[in-house]
């Protein structure tokens, strides 16, 4: 059964950086073709995806609120998944979580945005950006 344990996140100033990291167990990515993504969240509204990648050739895909801002990238050998988030602003500011598709499920386009694809999700860590 696959776990993910999501961290990195904190406080921070507009136009600050931070790095989220996500360490799974539980799976190879080496030999895993499934689709890998952050998602947002803030009280009251739903959960959104910000990026996704597909571990089978590295599609990436990003909100438009962060294009331009955010990277996401996977380590085959340490089994983790990263969001590098530059340019700040006080809008990012939510819990964050990763979360991952079941095996062979590659996630293309819009749908990789909607939270019921995934099948296993991290516990969330908190990024909060003040002006």
């Known amino acids: 059964q696959m776990q993910l344990a999501d961290s990195g996140g904190g406080s921070v100033q507009a136009g600050g950086s931070l790095r989220l990291s996500c360490a799974a167990s539980?799976?190879?990515?080496?030999?895993?073709?499934?689709?890998l993504a952050w998602f947002r969240q803030v009280p009251g509204k739903e959960r959104e995806g910000v990026a996704s990648?597909?571990?089978?050739?590295?599609?990436?895909y990003y909100a438009d609120s962060v294009k331009g801002r955010f990277i996401i990238s996977e380590d085959k050998k340490e089994n983790a998944l990263y969001l590098q988030m530059n340019s700040l602003r006080p809008e990012d500011s939510a819990m964050y979580y990763c979360?991952?598709?079941?095996?062979?499920?590659?996630?293309?386009?819009?749908?990789?945005?909607?939270?019921?694809?995934?099948?296993?999700w991290g516990q969330g860590t908190q990024v909060t950006v003040s002006s």
């Open positions: 979360a991952a598709s079941r095996a062979a499920s590659r996630i293309d386009g819009d749908t990789f945005r909607e939270a019921r694809v995934y099948q296993y």
């Open positions: 539980g799976v190879d990515f080496a030999r895993s073709s499934r689709t």
């Open positions: 990648v597909y571990l089978g050739n590295g599609t990436t």
